[in-house]
């Protein structure tokens, strides 16, 4: 695993998002509340492409007529077919056995921790600041 | 001797769709009260025969099945001679289509159902112990419907209740909940027969010219209630409840449901309570007789589309009798695969009618 620079922090304010290429594949970022997921960036289903989807809460029932909504934001909807995945897991809200997207775990880095010998392979070459915090996302 | 008859197979069959007619509704007066007995000799109504099946049309009784009367299933006796001695049944199940359903009033649907109940208890069931019969419910009011399921379920020779496939309202609404309570409480089936009650054309388009068009549309309106059904979560509400579809026609299910499942992948959140696909849920509960059976001729045809199907329990054996589903002797179509014969004739049925367990 290694850690990839997808944007300085500051760049990257809640309820934004950024789409990065490492290594030829597409990885969608979401800043949720301050919380980063990221996701690939393909459905699993026809390949619509995520970062382009809407973010919605999670629906759940136990019987008809009763709706339980929790997660605000945290389920993106593919925009072409409406699938639905859970930005935690990666999993398809219809079929969470079977069906996923790859997810990559994410992480705010001081600046001031990166190696300057080895710094986190960006999409984007960034000059690196001490003073600054970066999201990376591991892959 | 062919694969394709009943007695190619070591078991009796249980036929799961069988018609009696009514001879007319004087038959029903004596099993009237006074008031609605009046009603009925001084209004003169003489028949509630529905367009669903016109007497003379060819598919309401096959010719050779009517007696001098020009009609057919008159009487238990009638029956036994082809359902039990030519076709070799162990047990049949009436489902009568009288047109109780399409009746406004009310009260006057629950006088006829309940006439039309203790008619069949009578002239049919105490005449013959190898038949059991539909609870024909008067779905026009709920609470008349769910009083004559709790009426008639104390006699477990009733297996099942029998609603039209097009009736007022989708079947799936929370309007008909308490009659799959009464169901399911009393372990029986939902059957859902073609015919309308005719409150809408018969097709989402209009009216249709035709009588052929009428009946091809029905397999339409089991879709519609199909998903309505699984959409509405009757079964996430009532989880041992079985549907079966009778005269439904058979081929048009796989197909129906994939789209169904399909677009639900998408939109499911507006269906939370459904929180797995509806081809399992419809594998899981419904049921669909098989005459009858919409296909070609063709064995491999015939069983290539009951593959789609993905499940050997779903099918039931039924000779539709008397309507003119099949030509020749066996009501089994050729094509159903010889090693799902036993599964259809007997398992199935036993399977989906508890009370059948004798």
């Not at chain 2, 409480?185 to 054309?201: D, K, T, V, W």
């Not at chain 2, 209009?206 to 209630?225: I, K, M, N, R, T």
Request: aromatic letters at 10%; charged letters at 25%.
């Amino acid at each position: 695993m290694t850690k990839h620079i997808v944007a300085p922090l500051k760049e990257f304010p809640p309820d934004t998002r950024k789409l990065v290429e490492i290594n030829g594949r597409q990885i969608a970022v979401f800043n949720v509340k301050g919380e980063f997921h990221a996701l690939g960036n393909k459905c699993p289903h026809e390949s619509g492409l995520l970062i382009h989807g809407q973010l919605v809460g999670l629906v759940e029932s136990r019987m008809p007529g009763e709706y339980t909504y929790s997660r605000k934001g945290e389920m993106i909807k593919c925009p072409w077919h409406g699938w639905e995945f859970d930005l935690r897991t990666g999993r398809a809200q219809c079929d969470p056995a079977r069906i996923r997207v790859r997810r990559y775990e994410t992480a705010v880095v001081h600046g001031g921790d990166i190696d300057p010998d080895t710094p986190p392979k960006a999409a984007e070459v960034f000059a690196v600041r001490v003073e600054d915090d970066y999201v990376v996302v591991e892959v | 001797m062919t694969t394709n008859t009943i007695q190619a197979v070591d078991c009796q069959a249980i036929d799961c769709d069988v018609h009696p007619t009514v001879p007319s509704m004087h038959t029903l007066l004596p099993y009237l009260d006074d008031f609605w007995r009046e009603m009925v000799i001084e209004r003169d109504i003489l028949s509630l025969d529905s367009i669903s099946y016109p007497p003379n049309v060819p598919i309401s009784a096959r010719p050779d099945f009517k007696t001098r009367s020009g009609r057919a299933g008159l009487d238990a006796p009638e029956v036994a001679t082809h359902v039990f001695d030519k076709w070799q049944s162990s047990i049949a199940i009436l489902n009568c289509l009288y047109g109780i359903q399409l009746v406004f009033n009310e009260d006057m649907a629950l006088a006829f159902a309940r006439a039309l109940n203790d008619w069949i208890v009578k002239e049919w069931l105490d005449r013959d112990p190898r038949l059991r019969a539909s609870i024909v419910v008067p779905l026009q009011n709920v609470e008349h419907a769910v009083d004559e399921i709790e009426r008639c379920a104390k006699d477990k020779r009733f297996v099942q209740i029998l609603v039209l496939c097009m009736g007022e309202t989708p079947l799936g609404r929370r309007q008909f909940w308490p009659v799959y309570a009464a169901a399911e409480r009393h372990g029986l089936p939902l059957g859902i027969h073609a015919g309308s009650a005719y409150r809408y054309p018969v097709t989402s388009l209009g009216w249709p010219s035709y009588y052929v068009e009428d009946y091809a549309a029905q397999s339409l309106g089991f879709q519609s209630q199909l998903a309505s059904l699984v959409c509405e979560g009757v079964y996430v509400k009532f989880p041992n409840l079985k549907t079966v579809l009778l005269e439904s026609g058979v081929t048009w299910l796989p197909g129906f449901v994939w789209r169904l499942s399909k677009f639900w992948r998408g939109v499911r959140a507006e269906i939370p309570w459904i929180d797995r696909s509806p081809n399992e849920i419809v594998r899981d509960h419904f049921r669909l007789t098989i005459q009858p059976l919409d296909a070609p001729d063709d064995p491999n045809i015939v069983a290539r589309v009951i593959e789609h199907f993905q499940s050997d329990d779903m099918l039931l054996y039924a000779s539709d009798y008397p309507h003119w589903q099949f030509d020749g002797e066996a009501p089994m179509p050729s094509g159903i695969p010889a090693r799902l014969h036993r599964k259809i004739l007997v398992d199935n049925p036993l399977a989906t009618y508890g009370r059948l367990g004798l």
